[in-house]
């Protein structure tokens, strides 16, 4: 049985940002959302916040996220790609 995907959900902040970026940056975001979809343990934790920190290693999006306390959505709160 495949582990189930977590939805990720983007917060205003975060969807102003990627309405700024160009197709290629938005498709290099693509691969972080998926990873962080499937492992929410991914990436760096923010001290004293329920933050991580995720930069993919092949494409270089960047993503700071938070998971719910049901595990079922994780919440996406800023983008860089």
Known sequence: MRPRRSQVV??????SQLAKLTATETHRLDRAFVA???NLELGTPVPDT???DYV???DGGR???YVTALRQITIVAYVEA
Request: proline share 6%; charged share 20%; no cysteine.
């Open 10 to 15: 983007l917060v205003e902040p975060a969807l």
């Open 56 to 58: 993919d290693d092949i």
């Open 63 to 65: 993503v700071i996220y």
């Open 50 to 52: 329920l933050l991580r």
């Open 36 to 38: 962080i979809s499937v």
